[in-house]
């Protein structure tokens, strides 16, 4: 990540927060507007076959404010929407058994899949980023809760509460199935206190550290005895409740689990807490903001009763967001990374493909690292993930994770077996809605790359490097990079295509070399065809390798 001349801290708050100038908006802000509130590129639109590049390049015509409203657009479900949570439920069963402490070695697998595509083509985006923050901010992992339905529950509760209010998720969330066998609230009861979920719950999802005391913890935990869970389903188990005089900062009285979040959350610090962490994840994770610069928004944050869609418009619209403050100022997610390749290259891999290269670079959906989630940042990169990046994007490259038709292994269980078929189905009737993929997926031993470059610039090493740079970081790229890309196309520009002679020509020329000129007229157009599909393979390798370096630059590596 650049560094800045100056301090973010320098900024005045009111300043920062201001709405950004018209005049910023072109290929390069569209570009890091999607990348930070989408997954790179604005969404397909059924009916339109349009490439992910031509996506972009519409709502930089369209203008900055209508990408801004269109992301942050509130509507109903749609058609899409539906079919993915049909899908996600038939998943939900895969892996699944009766009892909820069971263990299977592919947990999760399907939903990993399913909430890959659902990123890739939900015509909500943000939505789905949200979902994706408040996955990491709400830690959970399927490797404890061992169970795809509470996974899949909890998954689409924080899509549900993604851009609306905090306070209702928090509360949504303390009765959750999946966070209550995580956080062990089940093991809660008057007369063994469990302090796990009191803790996080003030610790990483309401206050930070030092913003409570031990006392506020026990007290607090003494509040969710009984609370658990039967057959998936919230209850309260009144013998198991303590219901005696409790204090938690401050309030006295015989608080209820439900009293004690609404305690939190009136808080000042709480609303801080979470501007900073959609701060680090939307804007900027190479500076610690000031307390100045984040008051403004906990103001408010906690003024529209936790109203995200509120807070995530002003930063989205503001001075700071689009400035050099913010431009590539966060390490992209193995997520965010595997997505943005496969789009950057207009590629159709397997869902499944993409979520177990997230997970092979660091981030496995379903199953964070433990109860603080990702630590995101510079924890990212280091040497086995960006070896594990370059391999996924030469893998991408010479399409070697292709769309697969084949139906899904047997489990012998008749119930898993239909769900797994239908999900399958579901998958494949998603595949071939017209316009959703913006065309048909390329299969092969390599994808073609002729249609990376426009046929004026496939000549021209400088043209073609231009061009390349332009498509992938927005011409973004330190001219040093530039120029050795160029000077790598220079020196491996393949040979002219040869051209066929003609069959009088080729004889004339055999009678006068004494040879038979039929052979010769047979033979020159065969070998010119040979030579010219060596010259273009011989192109495409070169474009591929071109490509695979920038993909593999440090610019690339930024969102």
């Known amino acids: 990540m650049a560094a800045n001349q100056e301090s973010l801290n320098t900024l005045p708050p009111d300043e920062a927060w201001r709405p950004a100038p018209a005049a910023e908006w072109n290929l390069k802000w569209a570009a890091h507007l999607y990348r930070r509130a989408a997954f790179g590129f604005p969404p397909p639109q059924a009916g339109a076959a349009a490439t992910p590049r031509q996506r972009l390049a519409d709502a930089v015509n369209k203008g900055r404010d209508a990408a801004i409203d269109a992301l942050l657009a509130a509507d109903g479900p749609t058609p899409l929407d539906e079919l993915l949570d049909r899908t996600g439920r038939q998943l939900a069963l895969q892996g699944s058994s009766r009892s909820v402490y069971s263990s299977s070695n592919d947990a999760g697998d399907g939903l990993r899949g399913w909430w890959i595509y659902r990123m890739l083509y939900s015509p909500r985006p943000l939505a789905e980023k949200c979902t994706l923050f408040w996955h990491g901010h709400f830690s959970t992992s399927i490797d404890k809760v061992k169970s795809n339905q509470w996974m899949f529950q909890q998954n689409c509760l924080l899509r549900r509460f993604a851009l609306g209010s905090f306070a209702e998720m928090l509360h949504a969330v303390a009765r959750d199935s999946a966070m209550m066998a995580w956080l062990d609230t089940q093991s809660n009861v008057a007369a063994q206190p469990n302090e796990n979920f009191a803790r996080e719950l003030m610790e990483l999802f309401t206050l930070g550290t030092g913003k409570y005391t031990e006392r506020d913890v026990g007290e607090a935990a003494r509040a969710f005895t009984g609370w658990t869970t039967l057959s998936g389903k919230f209850y309260v188990n009144e013998p198991l409740h303590d219901d005696g005089p409790k204090q938690v900062l401050g309030k006295q009285g015989s608080l209820s689990g439900d009293d004690v979040i609404d305690v939190l959350l009136a808080q000042p610090g709480c609303a801080r807490l979470v501007v900073r962490k959609l701060f680090r994840f939307f804007i900027s994770e190479a500076d610690v903001p000031s307390d100045a610069l984040i008051e403004p928004l906990a103001v408010q944050l906690r003024q529209s009763q936790y109203n995200v869609h509120n807070c995530l418009a002003t930063m989205l619209r503001s001075r700071l967001f689009f400035s050099e403050y913010a431009y590539r100022q966060r390490i992209k997610s193995p ?225």
């Open 335 to 559: 997520v965010e990374y595997v997505l943005e390749l496969s789009q950057n290259l207009n590629l159709h891999p397997r869902p499944d493909s993409l979520s177990t290269a997230a997970g092979n670079l660091g981030q496995q959906l379903f199953a964070p690292p433990g109860v603080k989630g990702w630590e995101g940042g510079p924890a990212w990169l280091n040497s086995a993930t960006l070896l594990a990046r370059h391999n996924f994007a030469w893998k991408l490259l010479t399409n070697q994770a292709g769309f697969d038709e084949n139906e899904p292994p047997s489990d012998g269980d008749e119930e898993i077996d239909a769900a797994k078929s239908a999900a399958t189905e579901a998958f494949k009737k998603l595949a071939s809605q017209k316009g959703l993929l913006g065309g048909k997926p390329r299969l092969g031993p390599n994808i073609d790359m002729s249609w990376i470059v426009s046929g004026a610039n496939a000549g021209n090493p400088q043209a073609t490097a231009d061009e390349l740079l332009e498509r992938f970081v927005q011409s973004d790229i330190a001219p040093q990079s530039r120029a050795q890309l160029i000077e790598y196309l220079t020196e491996h520009a393949a040979p002219r295509p040869a051209a066929a002679a003609s069959a009088p020509a080729a004889s004339e020329r055999g009678r006068r070399r004494g040879r038979g000129g039929t052979a010769v007229a047979d033979a020159a157009p065969a070998k010119a065809a040979k030579d010219n599909d060596a010259a273009g393979d011989q192109a495409a390798d070169r474009l591929r390798r071109a490509a695979h370096a920038i993909l593999c630059s440090p610019e690339y590596q930024l969102a």
